[in-house]
């Protein structure tokens, strides 16, 4: 196209020319034979052109090709290369942008690689994470927010200040705040706090808002639960140094008494004794819960260890057990289910009235075991996690604590409700074995 225009031009110049100076030649010596001229400037003419296309093709292919791969670069392909043979200043202009265009086809993969890595990274990431340009209107959102805030259908091109409108109030709340920090949000009689953060940036020279929601109940219980496991051991030490010395002090005075045949003295000693072990006994058990080890993850199938939790308790099934395999440590989990089915035995439900109940979710099995016990007031509702917290007057505080601790640790979730009707209900969360 530029390179035929620009020969076309050439031929017109040179022929021109040539025209130009044998007509003056021509009229000099031959006079008025001007047909004569003609058939001269004719054959000239053609032998002019056949030469300069000779000569002029193979430059006119390198421009075209480079012409071409230039076109490529505007189109953002860096694939092509030029095979341009020669030492003359066209293919040496030929090399250099093979060398360029090899450079940029690196540059360009190596983009996308890094787009394709961080686009993995933000959809996978359980953050939810929405962008909004300065028109209000929603310009990316990941997968969690999809889920979490419009039912897993797309945001982007919807209006920011019309879909907050059905979100939570306490979410609504705190972005009317414009401020970053805590908020709890609560569903199904569970709260969850949750972390807002908040950024502005120019794109395209166009202001826009980052929102970060980061779900921080997991991370405050881990610590909650820490921090209480540090001073179970550190009274834990201090009782059994104390314990110690009591108990052997104990045991040689029950042996004096027995010797002595003092009823009174051995009967107090024989009190101290069971104290003594009924402290050593409650010591252990929260020695247990700041010791719990970590779980050892494997796949169980869901109907089988429910078959072998029904030789144990009664229990009746409102939903048939799912055909799911979870990833789980069995004897953890069983010993969630055993305090779980205990106390919805101690609470004064019949047993025909503890049943249980599954829900497949998107990663997870939702476990909802019932009674038509007494249930909980809203203060016990509220402290019933908590380690050292017991309405039982025989109680330690640790059983419904040791359960939340091994499903946390199993990157589950637990959470009580009072039902409608009188009783209690406890919901699980367990993560599902990947296909």
């Not at 927010?145 to 897993?152: C, D, N």
């Not at 002595?260 to 247990?288: M, P």
């Not at 409102?318 to 205990?342: A, H, R, W």
Request: glycine share 6%; hydrophobic share 45%; net charge neutral.
């Amino acid at each position: 196209m530029i390179f035929s225009s620009i020969r076309a031009r050439l031929i017109t110049i040179c022929l021109g020319m040539i025209w130009l100076s044998n007509a003056i030649l021509f009229y000099s010596f031959a006079g008025d034979n001007w047909w004569l001229l003609g058939l001269v400037l004719i054959f000239i003419s053609l032998l002019a052109v056949s030469l300069i296309n000779y000569f002029f093709t193979p430059l006119s292919k390198k421009l075209k090709a480079l012409e071409a791969g230039l076109l490529n670069f505007k189109d953002n392909d860096f694939s092509n290369t030029l095979n341009l043979d020669g030492k003359d200043e066209i293919s040496q202009i030929g090399k250099l942008y093979n060398d360029v265009a090899v450079k940029l086809r690196t540059e360009k993969q190596h983009i996308y690689q890094r787009e394709l890595l961080l686009d993995k990274v933000i959809e996978s990431s359980p953050i939810v994470m929405f962008l909004v340009d300065d028109d209000d209107f929603f310009v990316y959102s990941n997968r969690a927010t999809r889920h979490f805030l419009y039912q897993g259908k797309p945001l982007e091109g919807n209006k920011f200040s019309v879909l907050k409108k059905q979100w939570p109030d306490a979410l609504k709340e705190a972005l009317a705040q414009h401020l970053d920090g805590l908020f709890t949000i609560e569903h199904d009689s569970i709260e969850d706090t949750w972390h807002l953060s908040r950024g502005e940036f120019l794109l395209n020279n166009k202001k826009h808002h980052l929102f970060l929601l980061k779900q921080m109940t997991r991370e405050l219980n881990r610590q909650e639960v820490a921090v209480w496991k540090k001073v179970i051991r550190v009274i834990s030490h201090e009782l059994n140094n104390s314990l110690a010395p009591i108990s052997s002090v104990t045991h040689s005075g029950n042996l004096i008494a027995s010797k002595l045949a003092n009823d009174k003295l051995v009967l107090i000693f024989e009190t101290i004794r069971e104290r003594i072990e009924h402290l050593n006994h409650f010591i252990l058990g929260y020695a247990r819960f700041a010791k719990l080890p970590s779980p050892l993850i494997e796949n169980v199938g869901l109907d089988t260890f429910i078959e072998k939790l029904a030789t144990q308790f009664s229990f009746e099934l409102e939903t048939k057990v799912p055909s799911q395999t979870l990833l789980i440590d069995s004897s953890q989990i069983e010993q969630v289910f055993i305090n779980l089915l205990k106390n919805a035995e101690e609470s004064g439900s019949d047993k025909s009235d503890i049943t249980m109940a599954f829900q497949l979710l998107e990663n997870s099995v939702k476990i909802t075991i019932q009674d038509r016990g007494t249930g909980m007031s809203e203060h016990v509702l509220k402290n019933a996690l908590i380690p050292f917290y017991s309405t039982k007057q025989t109680g330690t505080g640790l059983g419904l604590a040791l359960c939340r601790e091994i499903i946390e640790a199993h990157h589950g979730r637990i959470s009580l409700y009072n039902r409608i009707e009188g009783g209690l209900a406890v919901v699980l969360e367990l993560p599902k074995a990947n296909k």
